[in-house]
């Protein structure tokens, strides 16, 4: 008999773990489909784009950061998106984000920034308390009202 103490764990089985981070992918969605931003393969792509975007703002260490919390589903639909992780980021501001989001998905301004703004805050409930807050501090002060709710 081992004299170590013995540490119990729960280890997902990979098809418990596939699962429940389908469903948080679902519930994300869904919660973004609540706030008005359309059907679900409108919702899809408003999520992959604003994120991918995001993360072109964000260094690439950071970027891998961010994905590592992100619901598996949505993570591997932002690879396209993935740069080296001692790339530098993209020094962008809130204009050009919004521009970006208008371009790739034909919005109107006023809807862009809707969008932008309710994909971010749901993404940053996807995340730890510590990775929102490393992601915020890599965003210009103009971009901060989008991932940070107002108090």
């Given at each position: 008999?081992?004299?170590?103490?013995?540490?119990?764990?729960?280890?997902?089985?990979?098809?418990?773990?596939?699962?429940?981070?389908?469903?948080?992918?679902?519930?994300?969605l869904?919660?973004?489909?609540?706030?008005?931003?359309?059907?679900?393969?409108?919702?899809?792509?408003?999520?992959?784009?604003?994120?991918?975007?995001?993360?072109?703002?964000?260094?690439?260490?950071?970027?891998?950061?961010?994905?590592?919390?992100?619901?598996?589903?949505?993570?591997?639909?932002?690879?396209?998106?993935e740069?080296?992780?001692?790339?530098?980021?993209?020094?962008?501001?809130?204009?050009?984000?919004?521009?970006?989001?208008?371009?790739e998905?034909?919005?109107?301004?006023?809807?862009?920034?809707h969008?932008?703004?309710?994909?971010?805050?749901?993404?940053?409930?996807?995340?730890?308390?510590k990775?929102?807050?490393?992601?915020?501090?890599?965003?210009?002060r103009?971009?901060?009202?989008?991932?940070?709710?107002?108090?």
């Amino acid at each position: 008999m081992s004299n170590r103490p013995y540490e119990a764990t729960y280890e997902p089985r990979p098809g418990d773990q596939a699962r429940d981070e389908e469903l948080r992918y679902q519930r994300f969605l869904s919660a973004l489909q609540r706030a008005g931003l359309g059907a679900p393969r409108r919702v899809e792509s408003l999520a992959v784009t604003i994120l991918g975007a995001l993360e072109q703002r964000l260094s690439g260490a950071e970027a891998r950061d961010l994905n590592a919390e992100l619901p598996w589903p949505l993570r591997d639909q932002l690879r396209k998106f993935e740069r080296d992780p001692r790339g530098r980021p993209e020094r962008f501001r809130r204009e050009e984000l919004l521009r970006r989001v208008r371009e790739e998905l034909g919005l109107e301004p006023g809807e862009a920034e809707h969008a932008v703004r309710t994909v971010l805050q749901h993404a940053r409930q996807l995340l730890s308390e510590k990775e929102g807050s490393d992601v915020a501090d890599q965003l210009p002060r103009d971009m901060q009202d989008l991932w940070v709710p107002a108090a």
